[in-house]
């Protein structure tokens, strides 16, 4: 009997890739809020599980920014009649109240995935937020997040470098 799309991405697809990186994990934050100046580095922890039987995992991680704990949490997916992986993000400090929506495509170790934001008090343009996800190894991984200003090259914003615990 033939397997579903589905089944197949689980045994050796994307949703197998996402799925391998449930576990507990320790690391450091890196957050830039001007090119080529780190604002602050800080001790980060995270825990990655499969939700809805292998469709997504929820990436749920504790930091902090200048001393003040910040907590975050991304549910990430792969798409597969659009061939791209999703997520959506919320967190404590830079998404504040809204909820970021982004989709983007496979890399050869990860994914790299674009989404938005904006806030009214600067205008009616959208800032462009780049989400990459890079597997070193089956007990190393780093997510790292790139502001895109309009009219500019994207610049580091965060680097979440984390060993399995």
């Known amino acids: 009997m033939a397997k579903g799309k589905f089944e ?6 994307a949703h197998q890739k996402i799925k391998s990186l449930a576990g507990n994990w320790k690391g450091t934050s890196k957050t830039w809020f001007e090119k080529d100046v780190l604002a602050d580095e800080s001790p980060s922890i995270a825990e990655i599980t499969s939700i809805l039987d292998g469709r997504f995992i929820s990436y749920d991680y504790q930091s902090s920014l200048g001393g003040k704990p910040l907590t975050g949490k991304m549910i990430i997916g792969f798409d597969i009649p659009y061939q791209k ?14 909820m970021m929506q982004a989709t983007g495509e496979a890399t050869e170790k990860g994914f790299s995935i674009l989404g938005s934001w904006g806030n009214p008090e600067y205008g009616d343009q959208l800032f462009g937020w780049r989400i990459a996800l890079e597997i070193i190894s089956d007990d190393e991984i780093i ?13 580091i914003a965060i680097e979440s470098s984390y060993k399995r615990i």
């Open 85 to 98: 992986f999703t997520l959506s993000w919320i967190d404590t400090f830079h998404m504040g109240t809204q």
């Open 143 to 155: 997510f790292s997040a790139y502001n895109i200003m309009p009219g500019e090259a994207e610049t």
């Open 8 to 13: 197949q991405s689980m045994e050796d697809g």
